[in-house]
């Protein structure tokens, strides 16, 4: 089958689907209901549908409830896997875990615990996510920045600790306010790919001065200049793999970039908790040549 030709109107139809999708995962999302919206027959609808998102449309709907499913079941510490099933259109819990581990490899409760996201970015490399990441790349020229930093060493699921120490530092000191210092986080480690002992992680905050002999650990460092690839992430930095994949995945290869060798960064544009987690953006930052 060719491809179909992506020029701007077809586009904006099947963007209107895909919208409708993430607004109406508890309604009808039938082939019938969906054709209409994009103004084509149910005959053809599969088959233009597959080729522009990169999966059938049955698959794609699944996918997005066990995703929305996913996100309250780590967001919400009181949200049931009976809720999670009744709120991605499964019929029992037994019947939605049994999808679950089909697409993650792992129960819904194994994943609230300790969500593998190597597996989850694996499910959701399908070119429409690639194209939408690959739409909101940009090239900056970052200046040298100061920073005093708090450094985690230990599994990535104990890094809140870290930040809540960080915070109580930011606040106790004044040395770098909230309302007028960028925040920022440096992983030195991949957590998919390295052991929880080894994980290194540097919680920041933007600094003008010299850091004060404190008994925090916070010592100061510096973000070095530069070109940046820039990706915004929007939700729970907890997901953040999602927009940081596609980037070397699909976006280098064709990009014409190198990257230097220096570690990515996150600059944190919400304040928690006035922001819920779900709405934040987080700026990623990839080091180029």
């Known amino acids: 089958m060719p491809d179909?030709?992506?020029?701007?109107?077809?586009a904006k139809r099947f963007n209107a689907v895909l919208a409708y999708i993430d607004e109406n995962l508890e309604?009808?999302?039938?082939?019938?209901?969906?054709?209409?919206?994009?103004?084509?027959?149910?005959?053809?609808?599969?088959?233009?549908?597959?080729?522009?998102?990169?999966?059938?449309?049955?698959?794609?709907?699944?996918?997005?409830?066990?995703?929305?499913?996913?996100?309250?079941?780590?967001?919400?510490?009181?949200y049931s896997v009976l809720e999670a099933a009744l709120g991605a259109g499964f019929e029992s819990p037994e019947a939605f875990s049994?999808?679950?581990?089909?697409?993650?490899?792992?129960?819904?409760?194994?994943?609230?615990?300790?969500?593998?996201?190597?597996?989850w970015n694996a499910v959701f490399a399908i070119p429409h996510f690639s194209r939408s990441i690959i739409m909101q790349v940009?090239?900056?020229?970052?200046?040298?920045?100061?920073?005093?930093?708090?450094?985690?060493?230990?599994?990535?699921?104990?890094?809140?600790?870290?930040?809540?120490?960080?915070?109580?530092?930011?606040?106790?000191?004044g040395q770098s306010p909230v309302a007028s210092s960028r925040s920022f986080g440096i992983p030195f480690n991949n957590p998919d790919t390295t052991a929880p002992q080894e994980f290194r992680f540097a919680?920041?905050?933007?600094?003008?001065?010299?850091?004060?002999?404190?008994?925090?650990?916070?010592?100061?460092?510096?973000i070095a200049g530069g070109r940046y690839a820039v990706v915004r992430h929007v939700g729970s930095?907890?997901?953040?793999?999602?927009?940081i994949y596609p980037i070397y995945r699909d976006w280098l290869p064709g990009s014409g970039e190198e990257l230097r060798d220096q570690p990515l960064f996150f600059e944190y544009l919400s304040i928690y908790p006035q922001t819920p987690q779900?709405?934040?953006?987080?700026?990623?930052?990839?080091?180029?040549?």
């Open 4 to 10: 179909l030709p992506i020029n701007a109107a077809y």
């Open 27 to 78: 309604g009808d999302l039938s082939v019938r209901t969906l054709s209409r919206m994009a103004n084509f027959s149910e005959f053809h609808f599969h088959r233009q549908f597959s080729a522009f998102v990169g999966v059938p449309v049955a698959r794609y709907v699944q996918l997005m409830r066990l995703r929305g499913a996913a996100h309250r079941l780590l967001y919400l510490a009181d």
């Open 98 to 119: 049994r999808a679950f581990r089909r697409a993650f490899g792992m129960s819904p409760s194994a994943f609230r615990k300790q969500p593998n996201w190597q597996v």
């Open 138 to 173: 940009r090239i900056v020229n970052f200046a040298d920045t100061r920073v005093a930093a708090l450094e985690h060493c230990g599994p990535a699921g104990l890094v809140n600790e870290s930040v809540r120490r960080f915070i109580d530092w930011r606040m106790q000191s």
């Open 203 to 222: 919680i920041c905050g933007e600094i003008h001065e010299a850091v004060a002999a404190n008994e925090a650990g916070i010592r100061e460092m510096q």
């Open 237 to 243: 930095p907890d997901h953040i793999g999602e927009s």
């Open 278 to 289: 779900e709405q934040w953006l987080t700026d990623i930052y990839v080091p180029l040549q």
